[in-house]
Each structure stands twice: as structure tokens, then as C-alpha cells.
């Protein structure tokens, strides 16, 4: 049997092998991954040692960068018989049209999902080393591969039929538009959007998050390729009708396409020395304790032997009970990166604050008339002097720490003690003078 009687099928291989090598497939693929990692390197220091970040900038640079740029990519080569000048040839070749389309976009999705699984090995290479509890979402990781595979079958079909030779950066700019357009509404409708930021920080999807987005998205470039390609077109009916039922579930869902995820409200204490305060946070947060440590030392040993001083501090999402205090709240990217507190000093200035505040916007304005101004300076003074620190919030507060300071220990000890106890009191009258 010669060349020109091969079989269908080994022909069909044969030219998809051709296609994986050369073109511009394997160049869409090295541009999906520098896509995705160029910006999110630039932004290492707000995603690397925390899952939920990690998969958000991720998520968030697959579907607004990623998504445009396989699409203008699938454009171009939908439309490389028209630039040729070749497409009369198409009606001689043995193969069908399905054939002829999945061969020739194939490639391109194949090395557009290639491209996004190497950013994703790389940054979840570089965040592991510095995590604690959970792990990454396989859910979010199949939908953004559905993603990138669905745009490019689509815009492989919009170049055929376009013959326009900027249809392709074009294209870009409108999906980029269309992705990122809903995320500016407050309805539901804009978790249609795969491009929906889903805040994965201390939430994970239900189990059936994936199949329902693949069916929304798949559903939708099915149509486009069965309308395009398939000889009897009603067939793009059916993933048509996949397609709206899908979307007619994601959008009464809503905000409870996800749930609490259990490791974020596991609490997670450190094993201090005898005498010194417990700190507990949330377990994905586990290796920032000892920084968050090393920064409060000089609070606690202030705090050492003062009768009523919080036995252990916890982060403000645990309710702190009547012996505990709120920690600082600090995120990563801002006060927290690779584990290590930015600022440890404005961490324990904001410790000590959360010590100190009184919640009394409960309280009658009669209740801080007489005497308020006088318990707000003495609050500004503790909380300088615990966080050791250089200047008060209220000049006049600054004599107030210097006589803190001036006081023998023990006198200071039971000062402090005293005042601890009406910590939480409104009344100015209970709270004692410096």
C-alpha cells in the first residue's frame, strides 16, 4: 500500500505530529507560561507561602492574561488558510471537517495547557516550602485547563469564519473585556464568568465545583465547533442545553459554589516557654507563629507577672474569650512575607492596640463624657509603652508613658493589673489614673 492509500486515521496522526512540532503551537505554549509567570513572579511576595493566594493570582492570570492570549493564538491558526490562500485545497482533502479542525487546533490547546501546567508546577514549587495546613485545589486547577482548552476551540472557529487579518488581537481584547466585565457586578451572574476571582483564602469548592464549570464552558465551545463543523448542525443542540443547564445551576449557587475550608478554621497554638502567652492562628498560618513570637518578646516580658495579663492571643476570627486578646491582623503580600512579618514592630504596636481598645459603641456618649479624654490618653499610653514604642498617637499621652516608665516594677505590675481588669469597662470612673 503506498503513501497516498494510507489509512485515514495513520494520515490524520501523522499531521497532528506535524502540527505539535511546528507552527505556531509550540510557541503558544512557551507564551502561555511566560504569560502567567512574568506577572506572577513580579508578585511573589502577596501568593508565595499560602495555598488559597497562590491559586488566586494564579487562577486570576490563567483566565484574564492566559485565556485572550490561546484564543488569539487559536484565531491565528484558524485563519492560516485564508492568509495562504489555500482553503480551496481543504475541499480535496480526504478528510472530513471535524477531521480537518480538531488537527489543526489540537496543537494549540495541547501546548496552551502545557504552558499553564509548567507556571503551575513553578509557583506551586516556590510556595510549598513556606505553607502550612491545606493544599492547592485540583477543582480550580481543571476548571482554569477547561478554560484555556474551551477559548481556543472557540477562537480557532472565529478565525476560520473571520477573514480578517487583525480578527486575532482583536479577539483578545474583546475576551479580555468579556471575562473581566462580570467581576465588576454584584449579581450572581458574574460567577459565569471563569474569570470570577473566588477568594480561595480559607474556603475551598464543593465537590461538584468542577464538573458544573466544565460543563458551562465545555458547553458553550462544543456548540461553537458542532455549529461549525458537524453535517447535521441541530447536533449542537445538546451541549447547547448542557451548556444552559449548567449556568442555570451556577447562578442560583452563587457564593455557595464554596464552604469554609476545614483547615483555616483549625486553630494551631505555639508551645511557648513557662510564663509566656500562648499565640494560636489559623493552621495554614502555623510557620508565621515563630516571627509573630520573636515580634511580641518585648510586649510579653512588659506583661510578665502583671496580674489578669492574657494568658494566650489568638487571631480575632477565634473570638477571643475574657483571658484572651486579639493578634494584630496581618495578610500576606502586606504584613506577612514568606512567613516572616514585614514590620515586626507596627505587629506589635497593633497587638498591643487590640489589648487596649475599648468597644463602647454600645455605650451612651454620657457614659464617656466626664473623664473620656483622660482613659482615652491612658489607653494610648499603655499601648505605647507595651509595644515599646517611639511616639503616641496624642501628644498629650507621652507624659502618661514617661510616669508608666518612672514607676518601680512592682508598683507598675499592680497598676497594670488594675487596669487590665477594666479593660473592656466604659466607665471612666472604674478605669484607673495614671
Known amino acids: 500500500m503506498t503513501a497516498s492509500e494510507a489509512p485515514a486515521p495513520r494520515r490524520t496522526y501523522t499531521a497532528l505530529r506535524t502540527e505539535l512540532r511546528r507552527g505556531i503551537a509550540p510557541w503558544a505554549g512557551l507564551a502561555t507560561a511566560l504569560t502567567l509567570l512574568v506577572p506572577l513572579w513580579s508578585k511573589a511576595a502577596q501568593w508565595q507561602g499560602g495555598w488559597g493566594q497562590t491559586q488566586d493570582q494564579l487562577h486570576a492570570a490563567a483566565a484574564l492574561l492566559g485565556g485572550p492570549l490561546v484564543a488569539a493564538a487559536a484565531c491565528w491558526q484558524g485563519g492560516r488558510e485564508h492568509r495562504r490562500r489555500t482553503a480551496e485545497l481543504l475541499l480535496s482533502v480526504p478528510r472530513s471537517r471535524p477531521a480537518q479542525v480538531m488537527t489543526a487546533v489540537t496543537p494549540i490547546v495541547l501546548w496552551a495547557a502545557a504552558g499553564y501546567?509548567?507556571?503551575?508546577?513553578?509557583?506551586?514549587?516556590?510556595?510549598?516550602?513556606?505553607?502550612?495546613?491545606?493544599?492547592?485545589?485540583?477543582?480550580?486547577?481543571?476548571?482554569?485547563?477547561?478554560?484555556?482548552?474551551?477559548?481556543?476551540?472557540?477562537?480557532?472557529?472565529?478565525?476560520?469564519?473571520?477573514?480578517?487579518?487583525?480578527?486575532?488581537?482583536?479577539?483578545?481584547?474583546?475576551?479580555?473585556?468579556l471575562l473581566g466585565a462580570p467581576g465588576y457586578v454584584e449579581s450572581n451572574a458574574r460567577f459565569l464568568s471563569p474569570a470570577e476571582q473566588y477568594m480561595l483564602e480559607g474556603s475551598v469548592p464543593v465537590w461538584w465545583f468542577a464538573p458544573v464549570l466544565l460543563a458551562w464552558t465545555g458547553g458553550i465551545a462544543a456548540t461553537v465547533l458542532l455549529a461549525y463543523t458537524a453535517r447535521r448542525r441541530l447536533l449542537a443542540v445538546v451541549p447547547l442545553a448542557l451548556a444552559v443547564t449548567a449556568g442555570a445551576v451556577i447562578v442560583p449557587t452563587g457564593d455557595h459554589l464554596f464552604r469554609d475550608d476545614p483547615a483555616a478554621t483549625r486553630r494551631v497554638c505555639s508551645t511557648p516557654a513557662p510564663g509566656t502567652p500562648q499565640l494560636c492562628v489559623a493552621a495554614?498560618?502555623?510557620?508565621?507563629?515563630?516571627?509573630?513570637?520573636?515580634?511580641?518578646?518585648?510586649?510579653?516580658?512588659?506583661?510578665e507577672g502583671v496580674p489578669g495579663a492574657p494568658v494566650r492571643y489568638v487571631e480575632s476570627t477565634f473570638d477571643p474569650k475574657d483571658d484572651e486578646a486579639a493578634l494584630a491582623h496581618v495578610m500576606r503580600g502586606w504584613g506577612i512575607t514568606r512567613n516572616k512579618?514585614?514590620?515586626?514592630?507596627?505587629?506589635?504596636?497593633?497587638?498591643?492596640?487590640?489589648?487596649?481598645?475599648?468597644?463602647?459603641?454600645?455605650?451612651?456618649?454620657?457614659?464617656?463624657?466626664?473623664?473620656?479624654?483622660?482613659?482615652?490618653?491612658?489607653?494610648d499610653a499603655v499601648r505605647t509603652w507595651l509595644a515599646d514604642g517611639d511616639s503616641t498617637w496624642d501628644p498629650e499621652a507621652r507624659p502618661l508613658v514617661t510616669r508608666l516608665e518612672a514607676m518601680p516594677d512592682a508598683d507598675r505590675k499592680a497598676w497594670l493589673g488594675r487596669y487590665l481588669a477594666t479593660r473592656k469597662s466604659c466607665m471612666p470612673t472604674e478605669v484607673p489614673a495614671l
Open 117 to 177: 501546567l509548567l507556571a503551575l508546577a513553578v509557583v506551586f514549587a516556590a510556595t510549598a516550602p513556606y505553607t502550612g495546613a491545606g493544599g492547592p485545589s485540583l477543582s480550580v486547577v481543571v476548571t482554569d485547563l477547561g478554560l484555556l482548552l474551551s477559548i481556543g476551540f472557540v477562537g480557532f472557529v472565529v478565525g476560520r469564519l473571520v477573514r480578517w487579518r487583525l480578527i486575532a488581537p482583536v479577539l483578545a481584547a474583546v475576551c479580555y473585556v
Open 284 to 303: 495554614p498560618d502555623a510557620p508565621v507563629l515563630p516571627s509573630a513570637s520573636a515580634a511580641l518578646a518585648g510586649m510579653f516580658s512588659r506583661l
Open 341 to 379: 512579618l514585614t514590620d515586626p514592630r507596627a505587629y506589635a504596636s497593633e497587638t498591643a492596640l487590640s489589648l487596649t481598645l475599648r468597644d463602647c459603641s454600645n455605650h451612651s456618649h454620657r457614659s464617656r463624657r466626664e473623664g473620656g479624654k483622660q482613659v482615652d490618653l491612658t489607653d
